[in-house]
């Protein structure tokens, strides 16, 4: 009998060091606009509609497994631009700061104590997971 992890070529464990890379730096970006949309609301302000909602979307598509990479990249993405217009009604500076961060944790250079996300804890209250995919 073969052992399942024999079967893997190194090319394969490549791809998986590579894919493990990307949803990581994806995972970050999550964080990068979970901190952003704490700073909004520390500062009085709304956050767009049903942003929270569309963020916890995001993390569940992550974690869930049953989304691609591009799907992944375009939910953070669009979760971006919605956020933008409420970040520039805080200030200019708190919009770059937040571009600052994504591109780290695209570029894979985000250290931890970049940011604080203690304050999201009261934001992001309810962690559940809406549905897992089974493949």
């Not at 970040?87 to 940011?115: F, P, W, Y």
Request: aromatic content about 6%; glycine content about 8%; hydrophobic content about 40%.
């Amino acid at each position: 009998m073969v052992e399942p992890s024999a079967s893997f070529s190194s090319g394969d464990a490549r791809d998986r060091r590579d894919l493990e890379g990307m949803y990581s730096r994806f995972a970050w970006k999550w964080a990068v606009l979970a901190h952003t949309a704490g700073r909004v609301l520390a500062q009085g302000r709304q956050l767009p509609s049903d942003f929270l909602r569309d963020l916890k979307c995001a993390r569940t598509m992550m974690e869930s497994g049953c989304h691609g990479l591009c799907e992944v990249a375009a939910g953070l993405c669009d979760l971006e631009i919605k956020l933008l217009p409420a970040l520039l009604r805080v200030s200019e500076g708190e919009a770059h700061c937040m571009r600052e961060l994504v591109g780290k944790a695209m570029n894979g250079t985000i250290r931890q104590d970049d940011m604080d996300l203690s304050p999201l804890k009261p934001v992001l209250v309810d962690w559940s997971v809406p549905k897992i995919c089974f493949r």
